[in-house]
């Protein structure tokens, strides 16, 4: 498998690209055999842009060719998750609502994309607006998980987190308001790196909640992130959260030893508050033992509860959703799916006094966690707390054992990575936390575990039981 194009790492294919060992067009050209053959099964794309690829991939050979290489998205197929604004093509959100809306600009990350010299294959697979669930009401059908059709993906990025671990595409984008990056990259066995808020634009981007909202990679290996994030990080006044900061090379921390490393593990969260699954705790605990071995030092860190987290983070995206969706949802709520329509109109019952409350906590659970942050350079923990569900299931989002919002709230960088694979065969996860604006040190580690531990040479074989 690892010789298959459709399974190279954007680090790999750019080398080879580079050069002058593998043409664009080649490497399009097999990414669009794939999704032509796994998409009407797995459902990861809504639209694929297949003569546009193409076009892409035939100018990028040429730059490449004359010496105009551009950097290692130079001629790397990449896919949007489908509340990427993307100019003359339909943006869908997922939504009946939003079936014929065509953007006349493209988001200002997928600008940054075309700059780098990506090709866009098409538009992925999303809950509906970002928060409506794996539903079966819409104009088009959730993703399905490559290592078991009969299991969700995780959501909100679900097509993104199908494409990356079916090899439809080399890298791909997701959004993250209360873990729907790190969600799906957990339940696809993939990484998925939210960066820190204020890091990437997210100007273009369908909003869920204005300060809540995260764009960020998704791809196969940590490195793979950072390549992808050296691209999207940038300051862009056109969003106002948009941060200011001078941009590291995040490529350039992979591949240190992490002998001088202080790592916390939030063990309360996945053994008491919230208890994870036998097979996920013990996946956790051979992964900070392993970076234990890779000279890290590794101790047990208190973090305020999860609980407060996770409550604050589901009123205020409910009242920001609530706050964009208003218009829409109380004049045309037949065009909305149920679980969409319901998990929207939750937030016009939240009252403006508890909304500011709630900002008011949320700074002050902010501080506390900067201020444990003093001791540690990054906390770790399972991303999810079980391995993927199957359709159907009533507690699909299964919020009782997620560790994600917490960092929605803080706005602070989280990578999810896989940390093994259940007796079922199925991904197992591992969060690490950073300190703002220190995504290079978070993705310095979960290059590192990836290196060491070998689960990235695992693919889905997808040669799996078809779903009912």
Same mark, same amino acid.
């Given at each position: 498998?690892?010789?298959?194009?459709?399974?190279?790492?954007?680090?790999?294919?750019?080398?080879?690209?580079?050069?002058?060992?593998?043409?664009?067009?080649?490497?399009?050209?097999?990414?669009?055999?794939?999704?032509?053959?796994?998409?009407?099964?797995?459902?990861?794309?809504?639209?694929?842009?297949?003569?546009?690829?193409?076009?892409?991939?035939?100018?990028?050979?040429?730059?490449?060719?004359?010496?105009?290489?551009?950097?290692?998205?130079?001629?790397?197929?990449?896919?949007?998750?489908?509340?990427?604004?993307?100019?003359?093509?339909?943006?869908?959100?997922?939504?009946?609502?939003?079936?014929?809306?065509?953007?006349?600009?493209?988001?200002?990350?997928?600008?940054?994309?075309?700059?780098?010299?990506?090709?866009?294959?098409?538009?992925?697979?999303?809950?509906?607006?970002?928060?409506?669930?794996?539903?079966?009401?819409?104009?088009?059908?959730?993703?399905?998980?490559?290592?078991?059709?009969?299991?969700?993906?995780?959501?909100?990025?679900?097509?993104?987190?199908?494409?990356?671990?079916?090899?439809?595409?080399?890298?791909?984008?997701?959004?993250?308001?209360?873990?729907?990056?790190?969600?799906?990259?957990?339940?696809?066995?993939?990484?998925?790196?939210?960066?820190?808020?204020?890091?990437?634009?997210?100007?273009?981007?369908?909003?869920?909640?204005?300060?809540?909202?995260?764009?960020?990679?998704?791809?196969?290996?940590?490195?793979?992130?950072?390549?992808?994030?050296?691209?999207?990080?940038?300051?862009?006044?056109?969003?106002?959260?948009?941060?200011?900061?001078?941009?590291?090379?995040?490529?350039?921390?992979?591949?240190?030893?992490?002998?001088?490393?202080?790592?916390?593990?939030?063990?309360?969260?996945?053994?008491? +508050? &919230?208890? %994870?699954? @036998?097979?996920?705790?013990?996946?956790?605990?051979?992964?900070?033992? #392993?970076? *234990?071995? =890779?000279?890290?030092?590794?101790?047990?860190?208190?973090?305020?509860?999860?609980?407060?987290?996770?409550?604050?983070?589901?009123?205020?995206? +409910? &009242?920001? %959703?609530? @706050?964009?969706?208003?218009?829409?949802?109380?004049?045309?709520?037949? #065009?909305? *799916?149920? =679980?969409?329509?319901?998990?929207?109109?939750?937030?016009?019952?939240?009252?403006?006094?508890?909304?500011?409350?709630?900002?008011?906590?949320?700074?002050?659970?902010?501080?506390?966690?900067?201020?444990?942050?003093?001791?540690?350079?990054?906390?770790?923990?399972?991303?999810?707390?079980?391995?993927?569900?199957?359709?159907?299931?009533?507690?699909?989002?299964?919020?009782?054992?997620?560790?994600?919002?917490?960092?929605?709230?803080?706005?602070?960088?989280?990578?999810?990575?896989?940390?093994?694979?259940?007796?079922?065969?199925?991904?197992?996860?591992?969060?690490?936390?950073?300190?703002?604006?220190?995504?290079?040190?978070?993705?310095?580690?979960?290059?590192?575990?990836?290196?060491?531990?070998?689960?990235?040479?695992?693919?889905?074989?997808?040669?799996?039981?078809?779903?009912?």
């Amino acid at each position: 498998m690892a010789n298959d194009l459709h399974f190279l790492t954007i680090a790999d294919a750019s080398a080879r690209i580079r050069a002058g060992a593998l043409s664009p067009v080649t490497l399009t050209e097999a990414y669009l055999a794939r999704i032509a053959a796994l998409n009407p099964t797995l459902h990861a794309f809504v639209l694929v842009l297949e003569q546009q690829a193409l076009a892409e991939a035939k100018r990028a050979e040429k730059e490449i060719a004359a010496g105009g290489w551009k950097g290692p998205l130079h001629g790397i197929p990449i896919g949007l998750k489908d509340i990427y604004n993307t100019a003359g093509i339909a943006t869908t959100g997922q939504s009946a609502l939003f079936r014929d809306h065509v953007p006349a600009e493209d988001a200002t990350t997928v600008r940054l994309l075309r700059e780098a010299g990506a090709v866009i294959l098409g538009k992925l697979t999303t809950y509906e607006f970002a928060i409506g669930g794996p539903s079966f009401d819409l104009p088009w059908p959730p993703a399905r998980n490559p290592w078991n059709l009969a299991r969700q993906t995780g959501g909100s990025s679900n097509g993104s987190g199908s494409a990356m671990a079916a090899g439809l595409a080399a890298g791909t984008m997701g959004t993250d308001t209360g873990g729907s990056i790190r969600y799906p990259a957990a339940w696809c066995g993939i990484a998925g790196h939210k960066p820190t808020y204020g890091l990437v634009s997210r100007k273009g981007v369908l909003p869920l909640a204005y300060s809540l909202d995260h764009a960020g990679p998704m791809c196969w290996t940590s490195e793979d992130c950072a390549l992808m994030l050296q691209v999207l990080a940038a300051h862009d006044p056109a969003d106002p959260g948009s941060a200011n900061v001078t941009v590291p090379d995040f490529a350039a921390a992979l591949g240190r030893d992490l002998s001088s490393l202080r790592v916390g593990v939030a063990r309360s969260y996945f053994e008491t +508050e &919230a208890p %994870a699954d @036998a097979e996920t705790i013990a996946a956790l605990d051979k992964a900070a033992g #392993l970076l *234990g071995k =890779l000279g890290a030092k590794v101790a047990d860190i208190a973090l305020a509860p999860r609980a407060a987290y996770t409550d604050l983070c589901l009123m205020i995206m +409910e &009242a920001e %959703a609530f @706050a964009i969706h208003e218009r829409h949802i109380t004049a045309t709520p037949e #065009l909305y *799916g149920a =679980l969409a329509r319901r998990r929207i109109m939750a937030g016009s019952m939240v009252r403006a006094t508890d909304y500011i409350n709630a900002q008011r906590i949320r700074a002050k659970l902010t501080a506390d966690l900067v201020a444990k942050m003093h001791d540690v350079d990054v906390v770790v923990m399972p991303t999810w707390g079980v391995p993927a569900s199957e359709f159907g299931e009533e507690a699909s989002m299964r919020l009782d054992v997620a560790f994600t919002m917490p960092f929605n709230v803080t706005g602070s960088p989280a990578l999810s990575v896989c940390s093994g694979f259940s007796a079922e065969g199925l991904p197992l996860s591992m969060q690490i936390v950073g300190r703002h604006f220190e995504d290079a040190t978070v993705l310095k580690v979960g290059d590192a575990f990836e290196r060491a531990s070998g689960l990235r040479d695992r693919r889905p074989s997808l040669d799996l039981p078809q779903a009912a």
